[in-house]
């Protein structure tokens, strides 16, 4: 088998790298579908952990949704409870933790302040 290349990637790399690609084009159900069947396949995979607290904060974002920047938040924190050391996580949840506020805020103060 001379010339025939294999891919050393894990599979579950395969679906965080694809959810990352639909995330960057901004296709957020395909990205969350690909990131929670990383973790399905490796529920230790931080970045897979990570990567579906962005999207899914960027859908709260975009629906106005409490409930889902909180639980971004939870993914984020799942994501440092498995590594106290993976740089995004820690600011990415000091991030979301800022939108929460501002949605409370707002729920608080009623529509359209």
Same mark, same amino acid.
């Given at each position: 088998?001379?010339?025939?290349?294999?891919?050393?990637?894990?599979? #579950?790399?395969?679906?965080?790298?694809?959810?990352?690609?639909?995330? %960057?084009?901004?296709?957020?159900?395909?990205?969350?579908?690909?990131?929670?069947? &990383?973790?399905?396949?490796?529920?230790? #995979? *931080?970045?897979?952990?990570?990567?579906?607290?962005? *999207?899914?904060?960027? $859908?709260?974002?975009?629906?106005? @949704?409490?409930?889902?920047?909180?639980?971004?938040?939870? #993914?984020? $924190?799942?994501?440092?409870?498995?590594?106290?050391?993976?740089? @995004? &996580?820690?600011?990415? *949840?000091? #991030? *979301? @933790?800022?939108?929460?506020?501002?949605?409370?805020?707002?729920? %608080?103060?009623?529509?359209?302040?």
């Amino acid at each position: 088998m001379t010339g025939v290349q294999t891919c050393a990637l894990p599979i #579950y790399k395969a679906f965080n790298n694809l959810g990352a690609a639909f995330l %960057e084009i901004g296709q957020l159900e395909p990205a969350e579908r690909c990131f929670r069947k &990383a973790i399905e396949l490796f529920q230790g #995979y *931080v970045a897979a952990w990570n990567n579906l607290g962005i *999207v899914t904060a960027r $859908q709260g974002l975009r629906d106005n @949704d409490l409930a889902r920047l909180q639980e971004a938040r939870r #993914y984020m $924190q799942r994501a440092l409870k498995l590594n106290p050391a993976f740089p @995004d &996580a820690e600011k990415n *949840v000091r #991030y *979301v @933790d800022g939108l929460i506020k501002k949605s409370k805020g707002k729920k %608080e103060n009623g529509p359209g302040t």
